[in-house]
């Protein structure tokens, strides 16, 4: 049974840093795409990051515009886990956090910023910024 557990979240002030982590079980997801996606209250779950690797060590990552230059999403294949590092936050970076994963096999030239693309998901973490 796969499972994704999301850890790191908090309280951070305007400015500051947080970095989450994923920590997969059940499947090495070596060759699949996992993602970031956030919530804020009374809004729709939105795409933050993404990456995928397609059997090599390349990968491939993705942004937001939203999130470009201040976000970094990385893995570590030995733990089965992928990262979101998280600078500059700002208030509107509020949100529960959640980290998803694909079932199929990563595909380069494909975007993976659909909610519909992933197929497993973790519970979330709350990340909170005050300005």
């Known amino acids: 049974q796969v499972q994704l557990a999301e850890s790191g979240g908090g309280l951070v002030q305007s400015g500051g840093s947080l970095r989450l982590s994923c920590a997969a079980s059940g499947r090495t997801f070596s060759n699949y795409a996992m993602g970031w996606f956030r919530q804020a209250p009374g809004k729709e779950r939105e795409f933050v990051s993404r990456?995928?690797?397609?059997?090599?060590?390349?990968?491939?990552?993705d942004y937001a515009d939203s999130v470009k230059g201040r976000f970094t999403i990385s893995r570590d294949s030995a733990k089965n886990t992928v990262y979101l590092e998280m600078a500059v936050l700002k208030p509107d970076d509020t949100a529960v956090y959640y980290c998803?994963?694909?079932?199929?096999?990563?595909?380069?030239?494909?975007?993976?910023?659909?909610?519909?693309?992933?197929?497993?998901w973790g519970q979330g973490t709350q990340v909170t910024v005050s300005s």
């Open positions: 998803a994963a694909t079932d199929r096999y990563y595909r380069e030239g494909y975007t993976y910023r659909r909610v519909g693309d992933y197929t497993y």
């Open positions: 990456i995928g690797w397609s059997g090599g060590s390349t990968s491939y990552a």
